[in-house]
Every structure is written in C-alpha cells, then in structure tokens.
C-alpha cells in the first residue's frame, strides 16, 4: 500500500467554517465534484456541483485527459497552475500521479516561459506582491497574507529570472513553483507556504513598453535605496513571522550573496541558487568519484560562469574537500573560475568579494605560453589546468565546443561535465554531443531534462542536477526540527544523503541522479540528514534522533480529501 492509500484508507477528519460558493472558490479546501452528499448539505452546496461523486481517480482521469489536449508546453502550465488556483487537493495528486512528465512544466525549463508571459497569461493573484511604492506599509502588507501560519517563504525580486534575466514582476512564477516542489517532493503543508515578490521595478525595455505589463513601470531601484527595503522587509517578516524560514531565490549576482551573508545570522534563511545549487551539484560530484574510483580532493575544477550559483557550488566543494583533510586554501586552489572577462585571478582590478577568495595567484598562470594575460580565456584554463571536472553557470548556450571538449578529454579517462544552466535554451552544451565528443566516456549531468543518448550500442541515461532533489529536504528538515539557523553543513549533510541514491553507484553506465519518481523518499532521507546535523550543532528543538524523525513525520502533508465538518461538531466515535 502507498503512503497515498493509507492517507485515503484513514481519512482525516477536519473542521471548517465556509460553506457554499466560498468554500468551492478556496482552493485548499475546495473538492471540486468530489464532496460527498452528506458535505454537500452540511455546507450549502446543493445544486453548486453536479450530482454524481466521484472518486479523486475518477477526477484524475479527466484532469490528465484535459492536460493531454494541451499541444503546446506554455498551454500545459496555464492548465496546471489553473487547477492549482481552483484545487490544490487535486493538483499535487495530478503531479505525484505524472511527476517526471509534469514536474519539467510547473517548474524548469517551463516556468521561465511562463514568467516571461506572465503579464498576459496571469489568472488569479497567488501569494503577496510588495511594490517599492509600499515600503512604508509593508506589515500591512504581511498581514494580508492569505494564511496566517506560514512556515517558509520564497522571495524573489524577479531579476535574475534562470538565466532569462531581469522579468519584474513575472518573476513571481517562480516562488510559485519553488513552493510547489517543496509540497510535491516534501510534503510541505501548501496552506503553511507563502511566495513573495519585491517589485523594485525592472530594467527589461521590453517590459516597460508592454501596455498589458503588470508590475510597477519604473526602472529598478538600487543601491542603498534598494537595501533599506530589503531591510524593511526582513524587519517585517521577523515581526509578521518570527519562527519562518526565508528562501531567496533568483536575485542578481550583485545582491544574492550579500543579502545572503547580512541576514543568514539574523533569521532562518538561505538561498537556493548559492546552497541548494551547491549542494544538489555535489551529490553529482560525490557519486562521480565513486565512478571513477577518486575522490573529490584530487580534482582540479573549472568552472564557467562566477555569480551566485558558481560560488555556492565551489563553497560545497571546498568544504567536501576539507572534510577529506585539504586545508580551505588547498582546496580553493583547485577551484578555476571563468567569468566573461576571462580566468578569476588576483591580477584582475574590481573584482567582487564573492570572486575574490577564489581568485587564482597570477603566479600559477605566469608560465602558460599560449594565454593573453590580459584575457585567460576558457581554452586556455582547460589547455594548462587539465581539470577532470567541468562545470557550466554562464546562462552562454554552445559554451563548451567541441575543441574545449576533446582538449579536456585527451587528458582525462571519464571527464565530469555539468552544463548546468536553466532553461534548456541556456544549457552550455546538449548532452549528445558531450557524449559523442568524448566517445562515450563523458560522465554528464545538466541542469534542465534531456532525453538519453545511444552511443555505441548502447543507451546512456543524462540525470538531471535538479535543486529540487535537495531544497524541499532542507526546507522540511529545518522546519521539523525548529533549527532557527540554515548552516553550510546541513547542505553538506543533504549533498551526501542524495548521493546515497545515484544509480550510478551500482552500475557505472546509469545516471548520476535517480529519476524523480522516488524524490519524496530522497527528500525524507535529506530532511532527516539535515535534522540530525541541527541536533549535533545544537540548533534542534528535539532530544534524540528518533524525536526528530517523528518530528519529520508529523509535518509531511500528503494529497488526500479530508472529510469536512462543521466547526465544533467533530464526532467523538
């Protein structure tokens, strides 16, 4: 029997107080046809709905028969987050029933069409909007949040939208869609989730000139008018929410790591695209190393692309490889990152804090003959550096050619390569070619799905580097065990956890990420692992493991029909 069968066998039985028309129109209470007759007249709901019940299979039937009429993939997300507006019960059902078929559409790649259309697809509002114009009313703001008791919030300022860029207020698609994975993949009470948008205004032309554009039409604010909102808003959101955790998510490279670092101390948070990232790619790695039977502190590592996700990526990597005795400077040493200048390096003027501590000393690159010191180009880091391990963040489709991909692999037996930007229009390389360039000795994970690769005789399966194998874990693990801090080492803790789970542990030829039909198993082991580091740390609420695990138990939610009775009159028997 599935966790969803004994869920529907021991029905819950809860009390409510809207009846009629509103308690059809909210959507975490809303059945749809599926109210039993004894419902229907207990809530005012004859003649509302037509006669027959169904079951929800009966209900599944025709919402995935619906779906399947869809022929476009922008039309299928219109159709889900639809019936997410009109029956949450029914939607997460819809998406655990169809997860692998369905996931790629309410989040990436599709959620970034989405949030570029979103002015003119937009529906039903979900969740809060705080435009700058507000600043000075943003508690009145949180206290209009549709549910009162929220224990996580995504936060966006829409500026960094994947690797689409600055999309304002369309922006909101994806604290939607995190939210949602972190119900789907977790069990994360939706009624106990709350996705935010800080409309500071946008630089997108094209969005500006849109009449039908939705957000506040002003070009963005910046610099210390930009950070004492932020501040507002994380002042209310402790006042509003003190024991929620905050989740940034898709901020510019510019504010997503120091936002991170001045608030990480003050309130429950961290940010996905710099730690859940990190963590989700090492698990990769870690699987890797088994593989190739090395491990992660004999690697050298380059690294395209060094905003946010790049540096969030190497900090999980530094610390795995301190955990196997390098000390911090050894194992930043082995880190290579390239941004659009050229190679990070200490002879570079203005580079950001976030840059600097892995930037290379100019005395390891003074001896390679074929490199413009003024601009050490990708080839170049590959040529001298010889990396085993090759990594994507730049958002530059086709980056990794196929003379950068057969310098890399003359040196090395089973190269590691992660062409990791979102959405498939941004990935650095399509898998195939990674495959055929190397003659199938590539060992390739990306950020977006892609179909498996036939290569001599045989097929190779791409695993997918999803975050959402990690940040949904996290999320419930934090909150389950009241940790009031999010630390680097519960990332770490989840980036083992998953790896536990790579097919390619027993059979070198599979995917190093398993399919995402098992993902709220992963996440259950993450969330647990994440859990018993906050009790080592002295961050949980709880005295044992075996509190914390009921803890993690007692706040999974699972897509099943409660039956409804009146406010005060449960039933004693």
Request: proline share 5%; aromatic share 8%.
């Amino acid at each position: 029997m599935t966790s969803i069968q004994a869920a529907d066998a021991q029905q819950e039985t809860i009390e409510i107080s809207l009846t009629g028309k509103s308690l059809l129109e909210n959507p975490l209470l809303n059945k749809g046809s599926a109210f039993s007759e004894e419902e229907r007249r207990e809530f005012g709901l004859l003649g509302l709905v037509a006669p027959h019940v169904p079951t929800i299979e009966e209900q599944l039937a025709r919402t995935y028969g619906s779906y399947t009429q869809k022929s476009a993939d922008l039309e299928r997300y219109i159709y889900l987050v639809s019936l997410q507006d009109r029956n949450e019960t029914l939607f997460y059902r819809l998406l655990q029933e169809h997860i692998t078929e369905m996931m790629p559409v309410i989040y990436t790649p599709v959620v970034g069409e989405g949030c570029k259309q979103y002015s003119r697809i937009w529906r039903r509002p979900r969740g809060l909007y705080i435009p700058y114009t507000q600043r000075n009313d943003i508690g009145a703001v949180l206290a209009n949040s549709p549910t009162k008791k929220v224990d996580v919030i995504v936060v966006t300022d829409g500026e960094r939208i994947l690797g689409l860029g600055d999309l304002g207020v369309g922006g909101m698609g994806i604290p939607v869609g995190k939210l949602s994975l972190y119900t789907l993949c977790a069990g994360v009470p939706p009624a106990r989730t709350l996705p935010i948008i800080l409309d500071v205004g946008t630089d997108n032309e094209e969005l500006l000139r849109d009449p039908l554009y939705l957000g506040w039409r002003h070009e963005r604010v910046r610099g210390q008018e930009y950070d004492d909102f932020i501040e507002a808003f994380v002042q209310a959101v402790i006042e509003e929410f003190p024991n929620v955790l905050l989740q940034w998510e898709d901020f510019s490279k510019n504010n997503a790591t120091r936002l991170l670092e001045r608030y990480r101390g003050r309130l429950c948070t961290f940010n996905d695209d710099i730690q859940g990232t990190g963590a989700v790619t090492l698990a990769g790695f870690l699987a890797a190393m088994v593989v190739i039977g090395s491990t992660i502190s004999k690697q050298q590592i380059v690294m395209l692309g060094a905003g946010s996700s790049a540096t969030g990526i190497s900090d999980q990597i530094v610390s795995a490889m301190m955990s196997e005795g390098l000390t911090q400077r050894e194992a930043r040493s082995a880190i290579w990152l390239v941004d659009s200048h050229g190679l990070v390096h200490t002879g570079r003027r203005g580079l950001e804090p976030f840059k600097q501590k892995y930037a290379q000393d100019t005395t390891r690159v003074s001896d390679w003959q074929s490199a413009d010191p003024d601009r050490i180009t990708l080839l170049d880091v590959i040529r001298n550096v010889k990396p085993s391990i090759l990594i994507g963040t730049s958002a530059q489709p086709c980056a990794f050619t196929e003379e950068l991909i057969r310098e890399m692999a003359k040196h090395v037996e089973r190269p590691v390569i992660f062409p990791l930007s979102n959405p498939t229009s941004k990935s650095e390389a399509v898998p195939e070619d990674l495959i055929n360039w190397t003659d199938g000795r590539a060992l390739v994970a990306t950020g977006s799905p892609f179909p498996s690769v036939v290569c001599q005789n045989r097929t190779i399966d791409i695993g997918q580097c999803n975050n959402a194998f990690v940040f949904p874990g996290v999320g419930l693990g934090v909150i389950a065990s009241g940790a009031r801090r999010v630390t680097n080492e519960m990332f770490v803790a989840a980036a083992r956890a998953l790896a536990e789970f790579s097919p390619a542990l027993h059979d070198p030829a599979a995917s190093l990420y398993p399919a995402l039909e098992g993902v709220r198993t992963m996440s259950r082991r993450v969330a647990s692992a994440v859990a018993c580091e906050a009790l080592r740390s002295g961050l949980a609420n709880a005295a044992s493991k075996e509190e914390l695990e009921r803890q993690i138990d007692a706040k999974v939610w699972s897509p099943c029909y409660a039956r409804y009775v009146r406010r005060g009159k449960i039933p004693t028997s």
